[in-house]
């Protein structure tokens, strides 16, 4: 990896800290590199900044803009799942995957991929002008590519790969490439034909008629899309799936519930913490008060990590909803 490379890939890998960006613009000033006030200029959301751009290498512009103008999705993770993104990707890797499909990956993709060889992110809902914040459809994961002589783990918590495209059985938008699940039989596309090329597309095949639905067309690139993607949850659940026992610790000092209910599905902070195998945060929930549910307690059966922490607190399984 070159000192370059490992500048972006610092900005990447720590999604919301502007520090990493700040610090690479001033290695970049030190070599005179125009790169340097472009990345100062991005990060103040100066006006114009993507006069900037003009000259600059555009493959490294999409990796470290910020959505809808990049893909560097510092407001969105991929490693809340207990599921990371594929392995990492060079060029290389995505020349051969083109090579092996024919096909020609959009740049705000390729820059993407680089990144991020998909995962599964959170927030995963996409807000929808006009429509309830209930009714946003979301992704469950973005699909990865498989590296030069990657071989499949079906033991291994990766997303899913690649494997083929896809042609639009209406025959007006060309060839499709699988980007993204949500879940059943409901899949989000990406152009890569002609006009279509870089767009998004939303397909929903209820019952396995692949011809019978049309495909959606829900932006005109993949950074706008990432650009849409927003929070539901109240403050004290992004807190427990990010895992950030000091601003939970800030938010209880201030007098948060520990035994807080959250609106859509009755989940209450302790069942966040074991749910995402989180034992500082199970220790802190249950020191403040937390009681353990039967939904906690059953579901750390399957977390070794957490199960101790409440079957100590909890040793039989409480017979109704809380202890």
């Known amino acids: 990896m070159t000192e370059d490379e490992a500048f972006v890939r610092a900005i990447v890998d720590r999604p919301g800290d502007d520090t990493a960006r700040l610090v690479y613009a001033d290695w970049l000033d030190e070599r005179d590199d125009p790169r ?24 490294w512009v999409a990796r470290v803009s910020r ?31 083109e090579k092996k499909l024919r096909v020609k990956l959009p740049l705000a993709y390729r820059a993407f991929m680089l990144n991020r060889n998909g995962g599964y992110p959170y927030p995963d809902r996409i ?5 309830n914040a209930e009714d946003w459809r979301s992704i469950e994961s973005f699909y990865m590519i498989g590296p030069r002589g990657w071989r499949e783990d079906h033991n291994a918590k990766q997303p899913q790969p690649i494997r083929a495209l ?13 980007l993204a699940d949500y879940g059943g039989m409901s899949e989000w ?23 019978d639905y049309p495909f959606e067309r829900v932006t005109d690139s993949l950074p706008e899309l990432l650009a849409r993607f927003a929070h539901t949850d109240p403050d004290w659940v992004q807190m427990l799936v990010r895992n950030e ?51 906690a307690w059953a579901i750390a059966t399957h977390m070794p990590n957490v199960r101790d922490l409440i079957r100590t607190a909890c040793p039989k399984k409480p017979k109704r909803g809380r202890k």
């Not at 807000?127 to 429509?131: D, I, K, L, M």
């Not at 596309?189 to 011809?211: C, I, R």
């Not at 807080?260 to 403040?288: D, F, G, S, T």
């Open 36 to 59: 340097g006030a472009y990345l100062r200029a991005e990060h103040a959301g100066t006006r114009g900044f993507q006069l900037l751009a003009a000259g600059l290498d555009p493959l």
């Open 67 to 97: 959505p809808p103008f990049g893909v560097c999705c510092d407001h969105i993770r991929f490693d809340c799942m207990g599921v990371n993104s594929g392995p990492p990707l060079v060029s290389e890797d995505l020349d051969a995957f």
């Open 127 to 131: 807000s929808e002008p006009g429509a």
């Open 166 to 178: 896809h042609d639009d059985p209406f025959g007006e938008l060309g060839r499709l490439m699988p």
């Open 189 to 211: 596309y990406l152009g890569v034909d002609g006009a279509n090329a870089g767009a998004v597309f939303y397909h929903s095949d209820p019952v396995h008629a692949w011809g």
């Open 245 to 295: 026992p000091e601003a939970l610790a800030k938010w209880l000092d201030a007098g948060g519930d520990p035994n807080a209910e959250h609106e859509e599905n009755e989940w209450h902070p302790i069942e966040y913490a074991v749910q995402w195998n989180r034992p500082e945060l199970v220790k802190l929930l249950l020191a403040r008060g937390a009681h353990v549910t039967t939904n």
